[in-house]
């Protein structure tokens, strides 16, 4: 990929030369690379678990449904955990 140009506003060049003077960052390509990589990382971690919700939701459903009243499976819940403790 070639060279990239962005234009950023002043409150954003006065934050970025602020990280800059924090002297993690070589520059401020360095700073938006690592930006862009962290960003890579998160987007990652979503698609993990959007996918195990998926998955979760999907073994649910095929349990089928049950026909307990929910305040009584509640109680049942409740007394269980109480008598686990």
Same mark, same amino acid.
């Given at each position: 990929?070639?060279?990239?140009?962005?234009?950023?506003?002043?409150? /954003?060049? #006065?934050?970025?030369?602020?990280?800059?003077?924090?002297? #993690? =960052?070589? !520059?401020?390509?360095? =700073?938006?690379? !690592? /930006?862009?990589?962290? &960003?890579? !990382?998160?987007?990652?971690?979503?698609?993990?678990?959007?996918?195990?919700?998926?998955?979760?939701?999907?073994?649910?459903?095929?349990?089928?449904?049950? &026909?307990?009243?929910?305040?009584? /499976?509640? !109680?049942?819940?409740?007394? #269980?955990?109480?008598?686990?403790?």
């Amino acid at each position: 990929m070639g060279e990239m140009s962005f234009d950023f506003p002043p409150e /954003l060049r #006065r934050w970025i030369e602020v990280r800059l003077a924090e002297g #993690r =960052y070589a !520059d401020a390509a360095d =700073y938006v690379r !690592d /930006l862009v990589r962290r &960003d890579q !990382d998160q987007a990652s971690e979503w698609e993990e678990d959007t996918a195990r919700v998926r998955q979760l939701i999907e073994e649910g459903e095929a349990s089928g449904l049950s &026909d307990d009243d929910p305040f009584e /499976l509640i !109680d049942r819940l409740i007394a #269980r955990n109480r008598s686990e403790a």
